[in-house]
């Protein structure tokens, strides 16, 4: 779809746009009445209407996006920066998940209503799916925070509703069926944001998407395929596991179980360095496992000590996140078939963090990238993975960085958003604005957040407006980035 230029797309005056935040610290504003709140919400809207949420506004310097993207690569692991490019090539969708910095730069140019929340930071329509809860319940919930920070609610959403406009178009849905998508989030946003300010605290707090509840409250309005592509997408997350994950990724050696090579995607510690260097990172690997040990409460160190180091790989996660360091870690309990598999992933600031403004940000912010990620996680999520954890760790390259902890799969499931058709698109969009509402409910004022948006269409609207404006600009930006790689200026790996 050709690129357009709209009255509703300006350049901003300034790089940032200063702003207050309304109502000081958010501990001090959760022990006002809920009267007074509410006008916190009324002076937000004074400060911006949510009608004015619809333009998109870009820095008057905005960055080329092909520089940000060759700025990322120079922090990754060289080798697989080419998988990286390859990733994002594959869809103007593909490039959008890829591209998380390019849209916190422009979403750091416009104003902002000054109402924070804890961000996902990266709330696109993949970054949603299903996973166990440790009481072994199929939840739906954000499922990804590397890009997580305390900033402007509003980001979350504008990211969200620009996904689906992005997604839509790749799909082949028209102009007023991605409209239609954009406007019942929106709505189902705004209509939670208004439930879960009436609610009691810890109610909100209680507040969980249970699949098997959602799929009886939405059966009767689903197609007999649709039902099916359900059925079959929860029955694959209910078998998602250390059992099968340990089926699939990995074979008996003379030396034991071990991790098997898929290279570049999977590469063995045997395979990637020579005996000394290899002898020497896996070290610093079960140092870091013993450091990570306590960052989790007394009964969870109690579980991890049931088991034993085996074998380590690196491997390719994502899109965005393809080029940073990862590595799974193969634990034995009882026996080999008592496996556990964790995912060591390193974490750099936030996107955000230089964006957000001043007023906004969280004056106590952890010191550990991989710490932020987790708490962020914890706050954000209605439960999370009993194995979540942070360590900082010099690598055999003299360079200190941070990870997180979690498990690698534990019934984990995503929706093929490629293979939406409007309606469907629809119904999951709706339950995605359900939980963002939710976890903002969490973690900012929810009465403030409710009387901003109001009961009308305003906002819906607004991001409408927004998101198509923004997918236009993507398409640019995804052109920029192809031709970058036609040239030879970047380096692209296709098909893995």
Not at 34 to 46: E, F, Q, T, V, Y
Not at 107 to 134: I, K, M, W
Not at 273 to 290: H, M, Q, S, W, Y
Not at 432 to 441: E, K, N, P
Request: aromatic content about 6%; some cysteine; overall charge positive.
């Amino acid at each position: 779809m050709a690129a357009r230029t709209s009255a509703k797309t300006r350049t901003a005056t300034t790089a940032t746009t200063p702003v207050r935040a309304i109502g000081g610290s958010v501990s001090a504003i959760r022990h006002l009445a809920p009267s007074d709140r509410a006008r916190l919400g009324l002076a937000a809207r004074a400060t911006l209407p949510p009608r004015e949420q619809g333009e998109l506004v870009l820095a008057p310097n905005r960055p080329d996006p092909v520089s940000l993207i060759e700025e990322q690569a120079r922090s990754r692991v060289p080798e697989l920066v080419p998988v990286r490019h390859g990733r994002m090539m594959m869809s103007p969708f593909a490039f959008f998940r890829g591209n998380a910095l390019g849209m916190a730069a422009d979403l750091g140019a416009g104003p902002v209503s000054g109402l924070r929340v804890q961000l996902c930071g990266d709330a696109h329509l993949s970054n949603f799916g299903v996973f166990g809860s440790p009481e072994r319940r199929l939840l739906f919930d954000i499922n990804d925070f590397d890009e997580t920070i305390a900033g402007p609610w509003e980001w979350d959403v504008k990211r969200l509703a620009a996904s689906l406009s992005v997604a839509g178009r790749g799909n082949g849905f028209s102009r007023k069926e991605r409209r239609k998508c954009v406007l019942e989030t929106a709505r189902r946003y705004r209509d939670a944001s208004a439930e879960f300010g009436t609610m009691r605290t810890l109610d909100v707090w209680y507040a969980r998407a249970d699949i098997d509840e959602l799929e009886e409250a939405l059966r009767n309005k689903m197609s007999s395929s649709r039902r099916k592509n359900v059925d079959q997408a929860l029955l694959k997350a209910r078998g998602s596991g250390s059992l099968k994950a340990f089926a699939k990724l990995t074979e008996m050696t003379d030396d034991g179980v071990r991790i098997k090579a898929d290279p570049p995607l999977l590469v063995p510690i045997g395979d990637l360095l020579p005996d000394a260097g290899r002898e020497e990172l896996e070290t610093g690997i079960k140092e870091l496992l013993n450091l990570y040990r306590r960052t989790l409460s007394n009964e969870r160190r109690a579980l991890f000590d049931e088991f034993e180091f085996v074998d380590m790989a690196r491997k390719v996660v994502g899109v965005g996140s393809v080029g940073t360091r990862c590595w799974i870690v193969l634990l034995r309990g009882r026996d080999n078939g008592d496996p556990l598999f964790l995912q060591i992933k390193e974490a750099g600031p936030s996107v955000l963090k230089t964006k957000v403004p001043p007023a906004l940000r969280q004056r106590s912010a952890p010191r550990n990238e991989g710490e932020r990620v987790v708490l962020g996680q914890r706050l954000m999520q209605a439960a999370s993975d009993i194995f979540l954890g942070w360590q900082r760790v010099e690598g055999i390259d003299g360079q200190v960085r941070d990870f997180y902890v979690r498990q690698l799969r534990d019934m984990k499931g995503s929706a093929a958003v490629e293979r939406m058709d409007p309606g469907g698109m629809t119904m999951y969009g709706q339950l995605c604005g359900w939980t963002l509402a939710r976890a903002h409910a969490r973690t900012g004022d929810r009465i403030a957040l409710a009387t901003y948006l109001n009961s009308d269409d305003a906002f819906p609207e607004a991001m409408v407006e927004y998101a198509e404006e923004y997918a236009d600009l993507n398409e640019r930006d995804y052109r920029a980035f192809v031709d970058a790689i036609e040239s030879g200026r970047l380096e692209a790996e296709t098909g893995l």
